[in-house]
């Protein structure tokens, strides 16, 4: 697997494009944060959710204290303008336009401790990757998407220690559990856009209309462990600066890849005598329905690689007087490591990857999807602004830019996406000497794109004639509810 960076359920989780972060990189773990677009994440000091943010800033919180909250994301892509064609090169046919909606609840919570006056303790629960598609089953692209999702859910521990006045240092560990569905329905060089068209070959009556529900699903899990190194420090009594890095994770996501109604050749049951041989590589008949013959179901143990990439990010946080401050952030997504998806078989007995490792399809043993992606690393920038408005109100916005690290040339159905901008507001209000709330709402901008996709082996060749061309336009709305207690 040394060309797989990612895992073949990653590249799908479409939707990336529908959350405030490149690729699918969540930054929902703070809506304090969010009210300034993250810009200023880590350098601000707030609250606990900087546990995640910059470990090495929980220094500067004075008292023990928790922070929970709840994102909800809601996102539409629309589709339109899709033609495909099958294996054989005839137009696949199906819904041209439509939409898919996603709606998800994203929830964290973190705690900070001073245990003296320069060690402080913390730890959270939090999602740090994560995407969501589902498309119709009908739509004309479905030999290349169907659904598609992966979480990655993070439990951490965080140290932070005050190496003088102004500079602090902090560590962490986090365990991380990924799991991922992928699936896309069957494309069987044809058979299901020939239809009934299929008798005229046979001379007979033998469509089954089963080849035309054929369907591919791989799903996976995998617990690894990541890290954090956080860096705060004061350049005068009203600038902060913050660097923080999260490591890659790497997982080795483990499953089982499912086909259900593969037609089933006459080389595969040559001299049985419960089928109609036609030919080697044509279809058979079953004696007992009369129609083509399938294989209800195929399971084969799989694996595939998953690395959640590093990331570094430089912050700022400027008071300017009493009333006002504002804040900046640049952070890097080390995305270029992510070549391929690679779905490799770990059973015994294969099946399903018998034929798929052949020369005329991925021409690698072993192997039972592949899918090129050659990421590139990309960029965020953020620039916030606060008011306080009150003592005990105080009022947020920013504007954010997310680079794509998706080159249009390897744009898939999976993850329609390219750069986009986000627009965020938000209040942190004062409730009582001991609690704090912090609301927040974002809006994603994002141009309409075009996807140009085929098949490859893994020699990077296409295969076939079988390729998808759709036209896609995303929006996305952010809410966001915190909740802060201070001991």
């Known amino acids: 697997m040394k060309k797989s960076s990612l895992a073949l359920l990653i590249s799908a989780v479409c939707y990336s494009q529908l959350v405030q972060a490149e690729g699918y990189k969540l930054f929902e773990q703070s809506v304090s944060a969010m009210g300034n677009a993250y810009a200023g994440r880590g350098a601000q000091i707030t609250d606990a959710s900087l546990v995640y943010s910059n470990p090495a800033a929980i220094t500067e919180l004075s008292a023990a204290q928790w922070a929970g909250g709840l994102n909800l994301i809601h996102a539409e892509t629309k ?61 004309a692209g479905r ?10 859910l993070a439990l951490t521990a965080v140290a932070g220690y005050k190496l003088t006045e102004q500079w602090s240092l902090g560590l962490g560990l986090s365990l991380n559990h990924a799991e991922g569905t992928l699936s896309k329905f069957k494309d069987h060089n044809g058979l299901c856009e020939l239809g009934a068209g299929i008798n ?42 913050a660097l923080a890095y999260h490591s890659a994770i790497r997982f080795n996501l483990q499953g089982d890849s499912v086909i259900s109604n593969t037609p089933v050749t006459g080389a595969q049951v040559a001299g049985n005598s419960n089928f109609i041989v036609v030919g080697p590589t044509l279809p058979a008949i079953s004696k007992q329905t009369g129609k083509l ?25 400027h008071q300017l007087n ?3 401050s504002w804040q900046a952030s640049l952070s890097w997504t080390l995305w270029s490591d992510f070549r391929s998806i690679d779905i490799i078989s770990r059973d015994a007995t294969p099946s399903i990857s018998l034929s798929t490792q052949q020369p005329q399809n991925l021409n690698q043993a072993g192997y039972i999807g592949y899918i090129p992606e050659h990421w590139r690393d990309s960029f965020s920038a953020a620039l916030g602004l606060s008011w306080k408005v009150q003592s005990d109100r105080t009022l947020k916005t920013g504007l954010a830019f997310d680079e794509n690290p998706i080159e249009q040339s390897h744009r898939t159905a999976r ?54 061309n759709a036209h896609f336009d995303n929006d996305a709305w952010l809410l966001g509810m915190q909740l802060n207690y201070r001991y």
């Open 415 to 468: 993850v329609p996406t390219t750069d986009r901008i986000w627009w965020t507001i938000g209040m942190n209000q004062q409730m009582s000497a001991h609690w704090t709330l912090d609301l927040a709402a974002g809006w994603m901008w994002m141009d309409a794109l075009n996807v140009r996709e085929r098949e490859y082996n893994v020699q990077e060749v296409a295969l076939y004639k079988s390729g998808l």
């Open 143 to 152: 030999y290349f998407a169907d659904e598609t999702a992966i979480e990655v």
């Open 293 to 317: 013959a399938v294989n209800p179901l195929a399971i084969e143990a799989s694996e595939l690689a998953l690395t959640t990439p590093a990331s570094l990010a430089l912050s700022l946080d």
């Open 200 to 241: 005229q070959l046979y001379k007979a009556d033998v469509y089954n209309p089963l080849v035309c529900q054929s369907h591919y699903s791989v799903t996976g899990d995998d617990l690894a462990v990541g890290y954090s190194i956080g860096l705060h420090g004061e350049l005068n009594p009203d600038l902060r600066i």
């Open 79 to 139: 589709y339109n303008q899709v033609s495909a064609q099958s294996a054989a090169g005839s137009a696949v046919v199906g819904r041209a336009d439509g939409k898919n909606s996603l709606n998800e609840a994203v929830p964290f919570v973190f705690y900070s401790t001073p245990v003296d006056d320069r060690l402080s303790l913390g730890a959270g629960f939090y999602v740090p990757f994560g995407l969501s598609a589902d498309y119709q089953d009908d739509w």
């Open 322 to 324: 009493a009333t006002w």
